[in-house]
């Protein structure tokens, strides 16, 4: 009962994303869900749209929104050019194979663009190419009724990523161009809230990790590499601990279970020595430890209680195969707190 009335405060509180811009029951509503879930599974041409429309357009801009490849020099690029070189001064005794797997890919995003806004600060269409729920909504604002009616998905696709008009522009770059005029704006308002909710909902389990860990093993022990286009979250680190052998382990911090399970994270994995996924649970963190690609153990550990070095810490345990799911205590000082809140809500409907 208590989880299902936090769910319900939460989603109270969130404010509208994606689909939920649509009514609900609408076909629109349920074309851009079906949209959703169909992008969940592979954004490829979304990111080759983006990149090449970036490349060939935003990056020929000098003001207004446009595009801007790796420059050390300037101080956008230097302070996360700082984060990489402090990585790989720990790798260089931790993990050794890691260090040149990062220097490749380092070397990889010094080719691209990155998006920058009127005042030259990074720009939420950078996540764009990773962001389905933002990514389905701008598809179902942009296309004609009949492509959401009689069309298959690859079709539509293929329609509004490729198809060109006598101006030689695709659909997507014809929106692209015109997202800052006035007849655009609510799209692209409605885009970067989407965008900032859903990052804000990443950034909120990092966050709230990276302060349970650093309580328990102390600040110099725990580095975070969060941020816009942080190269190190770049490549499927989010944050790294020095566990008991003295040696810097990455971190992936995801929502839920299956986020470990990214392509991203997975490619990385090949070039790690050991490595967690934490994942969130209501009353513990759900930690998956690997060595290189391979799971050696999953291990709940409670929110409440201190770390157990031994097996939370130690890749070199034996797996841990007993049941975990009830041996987090309940904190009722929270609980009777989401109560309160819930039965005002009921005598203060908005």
């Keep these: 009962m208590r989880d299902l009335i936090k769910k319900v405060l939460n989603e109270a509180k969130k404010p509208l994303v994606g689909c939920d811009f649509f009514e609900d029951h609408t076909s629109d509503h349920r074309w851009c869900k079906y949209a959703e879930n169909k992008l969940m599974k592979n954004t490829r041409r979304i990111k080759n749209a983006m990149y090449d429309y970036t490349k060939e357009f935003l990056s020929t801009y000098e003001t207004g929104l446009r595009a801007v490849k790796y420059n050390k020099e300037l101080q956008f690029f230097s302070e996360r050019r700082d984060m990489v070189i402090d990585a790989l001064e720990k790798f260089n005794e931790s993990c050794p194979k890691l260090r040149k797997y990062v220097i490749e890919s380092m070397k990889r995003f010094t080719e691209h663009y990155v998006i920058w806004d009127e005042q030259q600060q990074y720009d939420l269409l950078n996540k764009l190419t990773t962001n389905y729920t933002a990514a389905a909504y701008m598809l179902t604002a942009n296309l004609p009724d009949y492509y959401k009616t009689s069309v298959s998905f690859n079709n539509v696709l293929k329609y509004f990523f490729d198809d060109k008009n006598d101006d030689g522009l695709t659909p997507f770059e014809v929106f692209m161009g015109?997202?800052?005029?006035?007849?655009?704006?609510?799209?692209?308002?409605?885009?970067?809230?989407?965008?900032?909710?859903?990052?804000?909902?990443?950034?909120?389990?990092?966050?709230?990790?990276?302060?349970?860990?650093?309580?328990?093993?102390?600040?110099?022990?725990?580095?975070?590499?969060?941020?816009?286009?942080?190269f190190m979250d770049m490549i499927g680190i989010d944050l790294m601990v020095k566990n008991p052998e003295n040696k810097w382990v990455p971190i992936q911090v995801k929502k839920y279970a299956g986020g470990c399970d990214d392509n991203t994270i997975k490619l990385a994995r090949n070039h790690m020595c050991e490595n967690w996924c934490v994942s969130n649970e209501t009353k513990f963190w759900n930690i998956r430890v690997y060595n290189g690609p391979n799971l050696i153990k999953i291990k709940k550990q409670c929110k409440t209680s201190e770390l157990d070095e031994t097996t939370f810490?130690?890749?070199?345990?034996?797996?841990?195969?007993?049941?975990?799911?009830?041996?987090?205590?309940?904190?009722?000082?929270?609980?009777e707190e989401y109560y309160d809140e819930y039965y005002k809500s009921l005598e203060n409907p908005k």
Excluded: M, W
Aim: glycine share 8%.
């Design 313 to 335: 810490l130690n890749v070199h345990g034996t797996p841990n195969k007993e049941s975990q799911s009830g041996f987090c205590r309940a904190d009722y000082e929270d609980e």
């Design 178 to 230: 015109k997202i800052a005029s006035e007849n655009k704006r609510e799209i692209r308002e409605r885009i970067n809230q989407t965008i900032t909710q859903k990052t804000k909902d990443g950034q909120e389990i990092e966050d709230r990790f990276y302060e349970y860990i650093t309580e328990q093993l102390g600040g110099s022990d725990v580095i975070t590499y969060s941020g816009d286009y942080s």
